[in-house]
């Protein structure tokens, strides 16, 4: 199974918006969290990608 970073974000935008109904106190965490990820994946795209040679 190939999992993509566009197919992933959904993903723990969901797990993220659950925890935060059960957690509230764990909103400034989990939304720093997802920012750093999303802004490595920004700026180095190469990492997360998977390229078959």
């Not at 059960?22 to 390229?51: D, E, K, M, Q």
């Amino acid at each position: 199974m190939h999992i993509d970073v566009i197919m992933l974000q959904p993903l723990v935008a969901l797990l993220f918006g659950i925890l935060i109904l059960i957690l509230p106190r764990l909103l400034n965490y989990l939304i720093a969290i997802y920012l750093i990820l999303v802004g490595l994946t920004g700026l180095f795209p190469h990492l997360f990608t998977t390229s078959a040679v």
